[in-house]
C-alpha cells in the first residue's frame, strides 16, 4: 500500500467546481481517497496550482507521426521551446530524445508528463495498420493512451450503408473497434479518401462517393447510428468535408446540423467536431480569404449536441499529418513542400505534409486567429476542448505559449502587433477582450475531456478517480495571467510534480520515473446471429480484396501494455 | 594576436568531433584552459590536451584569434563549426562538417577535405587547397536549405552535390565537380572552372556557370540564347522547368 | 584477350533460395557467376562454365562464365554476394551506399579456378 | 499432426501471410502457397548449415561455448569498444530490433540495418520529397498501370505480381493481367522485363535522366527534350508519358536499380517528384520493393524510438543521423569501428571487400542461425533461433503493413531478442563492476 498527501494545495478542480481553494488531496494505490494514514508520503504543494492530469483528446503521437519523423530527420535537432524539444541525451532513468514537432515515443511520454499531461488519445488508427499504432503506444512513457478508428471511407462501412443494413454495421464498426483497439469512431473527410483513391475529393456532404453511390451525409448518419447502437463511451469524432478551404464554414455548420436530432446513448454530447480552426474558413478563395469563427461559434453557442476542438495554430515550423489524403497532395502542391501518402486498401488515405506557418503570412496570421476566436467566442468552455491537432497546428510542446494567448489579451495584441493590416482586417480577434481564467483553462483542458470521453476517473479529483495529478509551480491570485503571462508559460512549461496513478513521474521539471501507462479500448457487445452475418461479409473481402488474412488482421493481446477493456451493450 | 597551435599527438581511426575548436571558444583562453576543452572522441570525451599538443601564444579578442592545425586532421570532424570571426588554418586533411554553420572569419585549408565542407554555412569565407569530397556548401538531411551566405573556394575538384540546396553566397570550384553539383538550389551563385555532370537539377533559383565540359545535362532546362560574363560568351540555360525554376545555367 | 565492361550485381531467385544455405555448394553455384550476352562471350573466346577473371579499380575475382541473352553489350552481371563485392566499389557517395551497379570492369578469361566462399573469406582474415 | 494456417513467411519483403504449414515429430513436412524462397526458408532449413552452438574464436579457430560464455565474451567486447557498428537486424523481429536499439543506445554505438545497401537511398529521397505510397491491396484493387523500375520480382519477390500487382485481381481490377499495362524499365531484359506489356531499356545509370524527361514531357514541357534521352527515343518517351498520363492508377515498383545506380538517391527523390507531377492527371503512387522481410520493420521502429530510420549514431548519447558519415559501410571503409555486432544480417557476403577486410581487423560479433560469410570472421559467434519459424515476433511488409509472425515449431536456441536482452543485462554488469 503506497500513500500521498498532498497538503495545502490550491485546487482547481470544475469537476467538482472547485475553484483554486487550498485542499489536501490523498491518494492510496494510485486513486485518490478520503483519507490516508499518518504514515502517507507527504508534498508539500503550498501555494501551487493544482489539477487533475492533463488530457490532450485529438494528437497525432502514434502510427502515422512516424511518416512524419522518417521524412524530417531535420526535425530532431530542432529545439525551438528548449527543455521540450531537440535532443537529449539518455541518461539513468530516460531514453535518449530528439524532436520538436515529431519527437521519438520516449520524449513524447516525457514532454506530456513535465507539461502535466497524463493521457492522450490518438486520433486516427487505420483499422489494417493498427498493430503499428500500438507498437508505438507501448513505446511512450508514462502516459495513459487511446486511439480513434477511421470508418469514413471504409468500403463495408459504405456498402452497409448504401444497402440499408444498419445492424451489421453496428457489429462492423464493433469488430473494427477490437481488430484495431480502438476507442471510439473517427471519420475524416467522410468519402473522401476512397474518392482520394482515383486522385480525386469529395466537394461536400451530398457529393456521392465515386462507384459507392452513397454520400459523406449519409456515411455520418449512418456511422452515428451505429455509434449511439453500441453505446460508445466517445461520440463520433468528426474531421469535416472540405477542410483547409476557404469557405468551408458553411460545410461545417451544415454538418453540425445533421446531429441535432441525433439523440446520444450516453450522457454525452453526439458529435464532436475536431480541429475546428481547419474547418473555419470564410472567403471564396484564398485571396479574399478571412474567419469564418464568428459563424461557427454563433451556431455552436446556439447547440448543445456537439463539442469540439480547436486545431490552435502555432507559428514556425509544423507537420500536418491526416487521413485526409487529397488535403495534403492539395498542400504539397501549393507550397512546395515534400509530400508523403499512404492510401489503405479498402479503409482509408492519409498524408503528411510539413510547413511552415508564418505571422508575416496573412493566411497563416489569421488562421492564428480564428483557432482563437473560436476559444473565446464560444462562451461555454464546456464544448471546447483545447487542442493544437498536434503536430498539424504545432507541437504540444507549445501548449504553455498557447494558454498564454487565451489568458491574455495583451499578449494577444503583442502577437497581433506583428501582423498585416491585410490579415487585421480579416479576423476579429483583436476586438475580442475576453481573456479565459485557470478554471476555464482546466475545463478545457482535462474537464471536459472527461465527459467527452466518458472516463469518470480522469480529468477530476474526484474521490475515487485516477491519482493523475498535475501541481504547477504558481498560485492563481497571486498573479495576473492578463499581464504576467512569462510567468504563466513557466509554470506549464514543467509542472513542481507530476503524478501518474500516484507515481511521481516528474518533479520540478524533470522526470523522476517512467512507469507504463495503461490501454484504453472498447469491446461493443453485438448479438450472434448478427454478428456471424456481417462476418460472412467481411470473409469475403478479406478473400478478394484484402492483401493480409483475416486471422493475421485483428491486433493481438501482446501488443496492449497494461490494457483496459471497456465493455459496451450494443442496442439491437 | 592569438595564435594556437594544435597536432595531434597521436593518429587517430576513430573521429574527434571538434565542434568546440574554434577562435570563439579559444579567445581569451590559455593554453591550459584550452587543452581542458572537452571533446568527443569515439563515444566517451576527453580533454583536447589528452589529444593534442596545445601551444597558445597571446590572448587577444575573437577576430583576432588564429588556430593552426600542424598535420593531418583527417579524422577530426567539425573543425570551425559555427565559428563567428577569427581564423583557421589547417595544414594537412581535414575531416567531414570543417566549417559548417560558418558565420564568419576565415578557414584556410591546405590539403584535401572530407564531405559537408562548409555545410549549412551562412557567412565567412572557407579556402580550401586541395580536393573536397561529396556536399561542398550543401545543407542537412531534410533541410531545404543548405548554404546560405558566405564564400567556399576550392582550388583542387569535389565530388558529387556540391552547393546541393544551396540559398545564398558564392562557391567557386577551380577544378572539376562530379554528379549534380547545384542540385535543389534556390539562390546563390556558383563557378565551376571544370568538368561538371547533370548540373543544377531541380534548380529554383541561382547562377550557375560551368567552364569546362558538361556531361549529360538535364532534360529540363530551356535554351535561351547566349549570356556573357565579363567577356566570355556562354551558351544560356534556364530552367529547371519541372520546378517552375528561374535558375540560370551558363555552359561554354 | 581481355573486354571492357560495365558490371552490375543484383538478386536473383537462385541467390535468394540459398541465402541461409551460404556454406553450400549451390550457394557457390548461384553467385559465382558473371553473365554476359554470347556476342560478349565470343569476342571473349570463352564458352558457358569457363573460368572468367574480372578485374576493377577495387580488386579482381575469378567466377564462371554465363551466358544471358537480355544483357546488353558490355554489360557484365555478377549476383550479389561474396564474389561480386571482391570487385566492387566501397565508396558511398557521401549517401551511404556502396558502388554495386556501373563499376567499370576487364573480363578475361582464366585458368585460374574461383574460390569456395570460405577460401575468399580466410583471404580477407589472414590479409 | 498440427496444420498452422495463414503462416507469415519471413523470407522477402512481400511478407506472405497466406502460407498453411504441416508440422509433424517438431518438423515442418509440408508448406504450401509459398513461393521457391520461401520453400527454401521453410523446407529447406532443416537441410541448411545452422550454427549449432554458441563459439567463441581462439587461436583462429571457432570452439564451441555455453550461451552463458558467449554473452560474457561479447559483452566485454562491447564495453571495451570506442566505437562499436552494429549491423543488420533486418531478418529478425521487431522486438529484437527494439533491443538492439537499446543496447546501441546504452553503448554509445552507431546501428545501421540493411537498407545500408539497399533501400537506404529511398529513405534519403523520402527526406527530400516524401514518399508518396499506398498499402499493397491498393495497387491489386485499383492500378491499372504497374510500372517495374530497376527490381525484378521474377527473382526476388516471386509472388509479388500474382498477389499484389499485374496478375492479381481486384476490386476494380476483376479482369487481372488482361486489365493492365505492366512496363519495365531496366537496364537488360530481365525476366520480369519478358513478362511486360511495354519494357524500356535505358543505359546503365541514366535513370534520372529519364525520370527528369518524364517529369518534362508530364508538366507539358516536351519542347525542351532532346532526340534520345538515357538511349531511348523521344517518341517511345512521349508515349510512356501518355500511358502513365492516361492510367487511372499508375504504381511504380522500384528496387535497386533505382537506389543503388549511378545518381543514387535523387532517382528515387525524381521518381517522387514524378508520382507527384502526375497526380495532376491520374492518381499515382510509389512503393520500394524491399528486400529482406523485416527491413521495413528496423526502420520503422528504429524511426519512432530515434527519430531516424537507419544509420544512427548514439556516440553523443542521443542519435544523430547522417548517411554518408554514419552508415555501416561509411564507417567500415574508413576503419572507423574497433569492434561489431552482425545480427540477422550477412556483411561479411554482402559488403564490398575493403569494409569487410576492416570486419576481419576487429572483433565481430554474430548473432544468426546460419553460418555465413560473416562467421569465417566472427570472434564470438551467437546462435538464435529462426525468427517466423521457431520464433514469433513483428515485421513489416514492404508497405509497412505490420503482420505477428507465428512460431511454428520449437527450438532449442535462443531467441534474437532474448540475446539481446542477455547482452545487454551482462554489458550492465560489467559497467557496473567497472
Redesign the interface.
Known amino acids: 500500500m503506497s500513500e500521498i498527501l498532498i497538503k495545502n494545495a490550491s485546487v482547481c478542480d470544475p469537476a467538482q467546481g472547485i475553484n483554486c481553494e487550498t485542499m489536501d488531496i490523498c491518494i492510496r494505490d494510485g486513486k485518490i481517497v478520503d483519507s490516508v494514514s499518518g504514515n502517507a508520503k507527504v508534498i508539500d504543494a503550498e501555494g501551487k496550482l493544482t489539477m487533475a492530469g492533463g488530457f490532450d483528446g485529438h494528437t497525432h503521437s ?1 502510427g502515422k ?3 512524419g ?9 530542432k529545439n525551438l521551446v528548449p527543455g521540450l524539444s531537440g ?4 541518461t539513468e532513468k530516460t ?5 520538436y514537432n ?5 520524449a513524447i511520454g516525457y514532454r506530456y508528463a513535465k507539461l502535466g499531461y497524463t493521457t492522450i488519445c490518438e486520433a486516427a488508427i487505420p483499422l ?2 493498427a ?2 499504432t500500438h ?2 503506444f507501448k ?1 511512450i512513457p508514462i502516459l495513459d493512451k487511446m486511439g480513434l478508428s477511421l470508418f469514413g471511407s471504409n ?1 463495408q462501412v459504405m456498402e452497409y450503408i448504401r444497402d440499408k443494413e444498419p445492424e451489421k454495421l453496428a457489429a462492423y464498426i464493433a469488430w473494427g473497434l477490437k481488430a484495431s483497439r480502438g476507442y471510439g469512431v473517427k471519420i475524416v473527410n467522410p468519402g473522401g479518401g476512397e474518392a ?4 480525386k475529393n469529395v466537394s461536400g456532404l451530398y457529393d456521392p462517393v465515386p ?1 459507392f453511390d452513397v454520400t459523406p451525409a449519409e456515411i455520418l448518419m449512418g456511422l452515428v447510428e451505429a455509434n449511439e447502437r453500441l453505446q460508445l463511451p466517445h461520440s463520433v469524432h468528426v474531421h469535416c468535408n472540405n477542410l483547409g478551404k476557404p469557405g468551408n464554414y458553411a460545410t461545417t455548420i451544415e454538418t453540425m446540423k445533421l446531429f441535432e436530432k441525433v439523440k446520444p446513448s450516453r450522457d454525452r454530447q453526439s458529435l464532436h467536431v475536431t480541429h475546428v480552426q481547419f474547418n473555419a474558413y470564410a472567403g471564396t478563395s484564398w485571396r479574399d480569404f478571412e474567419t469564418g469563427a464568428p459563424m461557427v461559434s454563433d451556431y455552436i453557442n446556439g447547440a448543445d449536441h456537439l463539442t469540439f476542438d480547436l486545431g490552435q495554430v502555432i507559428f514556425g515550423p509544423a507537420v500536418t499529418m491526416t487521413a485526409d489524403g487529397p488535403v495534403e ?1 492539395a498542400n ?2 501549393m507550397l ?1 513542400e ?9 479503409e482509408d488515405a492519409s498524408g ?2 510539413p510547413l511552415f506557418y508564418s505571422p508575416k503570412s496573412f493566411v497563416n496570421a489569421v488562421q492564428w486567429a480564428i483557432g482563437l476566436e473560436l476559444a473565446l467566442l464560444v462562451k461555454d468552455p464546456w464544448k471546447v476542448m483545447f487542442t493544437t491537432d498536434s503536430p498539424n497546428g504545432g507541437s504540444f510542446v507549445n501548449y504553455p505559449e498557447a494558454f498564454t494567448y487565451l489568458m491574455s489579451a495583451k499578449r494577444r495584441a503583442e502577437v497581433i502587433s506583428g501582423f498585416s493590416k491585410m490579415a487585421l482586417d480579416r479576423m476579429v480577434l483583436p476586438g475580442i477582450d475576453r481573456e479565459l481564467d485557470f478554471y476555464e483553462l482546466a475545463v478545457m483542458t482535462r474537464s471536459i475531456q472527461s465527459k467527452i470521453y466518458s472516463r469518470p476517473e480522469k480529468g477530476n479529483l474526484k474521490v475515487g478517480s485516477d491519482a493523475d495529478i498535475a501541481i504547477y509551480d504558481i498560485l492563481p491570485g497571486q498573479i495576473d495571467p492578463t499581464t504576467e503571462y512569462e510567468k504563466v508559460k513557466k509554470a506549464f512549461s514543467g509542472t513542481a510534480y507530476t503524478l501518474k496513478d500516484g507515481v511521481v513521474v516528474v518533479k520540478d521539471g524533470e522526470i523522476e520515473a517512467t512507469p507504463k501507462g495503461r490501454i484504453y479500448w472498447v469491446n461493443a457487445k453485438v448479438p450472434a446471429n448478427i454478428d456471424s452475418a456481417m462476418q460472412k461479409d467481411i470473409d469475403l473481402k478479406f478473400k ?6 483475416k ?2 488482421y485483428m491486433v ?1 493481446d501482446m501488443y496492449l501494455e497494461n490494457p483496459v477493456e471497456i465493455g459496451t451493450e450494443g442496442v439491437f | 594576436m592569438q595564435v594556437v597551435k594544435l597536432s595531434l599527438k597521436k593518429a587517430n581511426k576513430i573521429p574527434i568531433e571538434a565542434d568546440n575548436v574554434n577562435p570563439d571558444n579559444f579567445a581569451g583562453k590559455t593554453t591550459e584552459e584550452i587543452k581542458a576543452i572537452p571533446v568527443l572522441y569515439g563515444n566517451g570525451q576527453c580533454p583536447l590536451g589528452d589529444l593534442f599538443n596545445v601551444e597558445a601564444e597571446g590572448s587577444d579578442s575573437v577576430e583576432n584569434t588564429k588556430i593552426v592545425f600542424e598535420g593531418d586532421v583527417s579524422r577530426v570532424k567539425r573543425i570551425g563549426q559555427n565559428m563567428s570571426a577569427g581564423e583557421i588554418e589547417i595544414n594537412g586533411n581535414v575531416d567531414m562538417h570543417c566549417g559548417s554553420g560558418m558565420k564568419g572569419g576565415k578557414v584556410v585549408i591546405n590539403g584535401d577535405a572530407d564531405s559537408w565542407l562548409g555545410c549549412e554555412m551562412a557567412g565567412g569565407e572557407i579556402i580550401l587547397n586541395g580536393n573536397a569530397s561529396y556536399y561542398v556548401g550543401a545543407g542537412y538531411r531534410g533541410e531545404s536549405c543548405g548554404m546560405r551566405g558566405g564564400k567556399i573556394t576550392v582550388n583542387g575538384n569535389t565530388k558529387d552535390y556540391l552547393g546541393e540546396h544551396m540559398c545564398g553566397g558564392e562557391i567557386l570550384v577551380k577544378g572539376d565537380v562530379g554528379l549534380l553539383p547545384a542540385i535543389s538550389n534556390n539562390g546563390g551563385k556558383i563557378v565551376i572552372e571544370g568538368k561538371a555532370t547533370m548540373p543544377a537539377s531541380e534548380m529554383k533559383n541561382g547562377t550557375v556557370i560551368i567552364n569546362g565540359e558538361v556531361s549529360d545535362l538535364l532534360p529540363s532546362y530551356k535554351e535561351e540564347g547566349t549570356e556573357e560574363v565579363e567577356g566570355v560568351t556562354y551558351r544560356k540555360f534556364v530552367g529547371d522547368v519541372n520546378v517552375g525554376g528561374k535558375g540560370v545555367l551558363l555552359i561554354k | 584477350m581481355k573486354i571492357k565492361a560495365n558490371l552490375i550485381s543484383g538478386r536473383t531467385a537462385d541467390q535468394g533460395a540459398h541465402l541461409e544455405a551460404k556454406t553450400h555448394k549451390g550457394y557457390f553455384d548461384a553467385c559465382a557467376y558473371c553473365e554476359l550476352n554470347s556476342a560478349d562471350l565470343e569476342r571473349l573466346s570463352a564458352s558457358e562454365g569457363d573460368s572468367l577473371k574480372v578485374t576493377t579499380e577495387f580488386g579482381e575475382v575469378v567466377v564462371f562464365a554465363k551466358a544471358n541473352e537480355g544483357n546488353p553489350d558490355g554489360l557484365a552481371f555478377i549476383p550479389m554476394g561474396p564474389w561480386a563485392n571482391a570487385v566492387l566499389s566501397p565508396d558511398t557517395h557521401g549517401c551511404g551506399m556502396p558502388g554495386f551497379k556501373g563499376i567499370p570492369a576487364e573480363i578475361e578469361v582464366t585458368d585460374e579456378k574461383p574460390l569456395d566462399m570460405k577460401s575468399l573469406m580466410k583471404k580477407y582474415l589472414e590479409d | 499432426m498440427p496444420v498452422i494456417k495463414d503462416a507469415v513467411c519471413s523470407l522477402c519483403g512481400s511478407l506472405c501471410d497466406d502460407i498453411t504449414v504441416t508440422v509433424e515429430d517438431n518438423k515442418i513436412t509440408k508448406i504450401e502457397n509459398a513461393c521457391i524462397l520461401g520453400h527454401s526458408k521453410f523446407v529447406g532449413m532443416f537441410e541448411h548449415d545452422r550454427i549449432e552452438t554458441p563459439m567463441i574464436r581462439k587461436d583462429g579457430e571457432l570452439v564451441p561455448v555455453s550461451y552463458e560464455e558467449a554473452i560474457e565474451a561479447a559483452a566485454k567486447i562491447l564495453v571495451n569498444s570506442r566505437r562499436t557498428l552494429s549491423y543488420g537486424w533486418c531478418s529478425t523481429s521487431c522486438e529484437a530490433i527494439s533491443g538492439a536499439i537499446k543496447l546501441a543506445e546504452e553503448t554509445g554505438s552507431v546501428i545501421d540495418s540493411t537498407a545500408n545497401v539497399c533501400h537506404g537511398p529511398s529513405a534519403l529521397a523520402a527526406q527530400e520529397k516524401g514518399s508518396p505510397s499506398a498499402s499493397l491491396g491498393v495497387i491489386k484493387n485499383r492500378a491499372d498501370v504497374i510500372v517495374f523500375w530497376g527490381c525484378n520480382p521474377v527473382h526476388a519477390h516471386p509472388r509479388h505480381m500474382s498477389r499484389y500487382s499485374s496478375f492479381s485481381k481486384g476490386f476494380f481490377t476483376e479482369k487481372g493481367r488482361k486489365a493492365r499495362t505492366m512496363v519495365v524499365i531496366d537496364v537488360r531484359k530481365t525476366d520480369t522485363a519478358k513478362l511486360a506489356d511495354k519494357y524500356v531499356e535505358i543505359e546503365q545509370g541514366s535513370d534520372l535522366l529519364l525520370i527528369t524527361a518524364l517529369r518534362s514531357i508530364v508538366n507539358g514541357h516536351e519542347d525542351v527534350i532532346p532526340e534520345t534521352v538515357a538511349g531511348v527515343p523521344k517518341a517511345e518517351l512521349l508515349e510512356l508519358a501518355e500511358t502513365l498520363k492516361n492510367a487511372k492508377f499508375v504504381c511504380i515498383f522500384f528496387g535497386m536499380g533505382v537506389t543503388q545506380s549511378r545518381s543514387k538517391y535523387k532517382n528515387g527523390d525524381a521518381v517522387s517528384s514524378l508520382i507527384s507531377d502526375l497526380n495532376q492527371h491520374t492518381k499515382a503512387v510509389m512503393i520500394g520493393m524491399r528486400g529482406h522481410y523485416n527491413v521495413t520493420g528496423f526502420g520503422q521502429v528504429a524511426t519512432w524510438e530515434t527519430g531516424f530510420p537507419m544509420a544512427i549514431d548514439f556516440a553523443k548519447g542521443y542519435p544523430y543521423y547522417n548517411p554518408g558519415e554514419t552508415g555501416a559501410n561509411d564507417l567500415l571503409v574508413r576503419e572507423e569501428p574497433d569492434a561489431a555486432i552482425i545480427a540477422a544480417a550477412d556483411a561479411g557476403a554482402h559488403f564490398p571487400q575493403k569494409a569487410v577486410r576492416h570486419l576481419a581487423r576487429i572483433p565481430v560479433i554474430q548473432i544468426d542461425p546460419y553460418a555465413n560469410p560473416t562467421t569465417e570472421l566472427a570472434d564470438v559467434v551467437i546462435p538464435s533461433a529462426i525468427v517466423g519459424i521457431e520464433a514469433e515476433g513483428t515485421a513489416y511488409r514492404m508497405d509497412a503493413i505490420s503482420l505477428r509472425m507465428k512460431k511454428l515449431i520449437d527450438s532449442k536456441f535462443k531467441t534474437d531478442e532474448e540475446i539481446v536482452k542477455d547482452l545487454t543485462t551482462k554489458v550492465r554488469e560489467l559497467k557496473r563492476g567497472a
Open positions: 502514434a507521426i512516424n511518416v519523423r522518417f521524412m524530417n530527420p531535420n526535425d530532431a535537432r535532443q537529449v541525451a539518455r531514453r535518449a530524445q530528439v524532436g515529431t519527437p521519438n515515443t520516449y489494417l495498420s498493430r503499428h507498437e508505438e513505446e468500403w482520394w483513391g482515383w486522385g462507384n497532395y504539397s502542391r512546395h515534400k509530400w508523403s501518402n499512404q492510401d489503405v486498401e479498402l503528411v505534409v478478394k480484396y484484402y492483401t493480409v488474412s486471422s493475421n493481438e
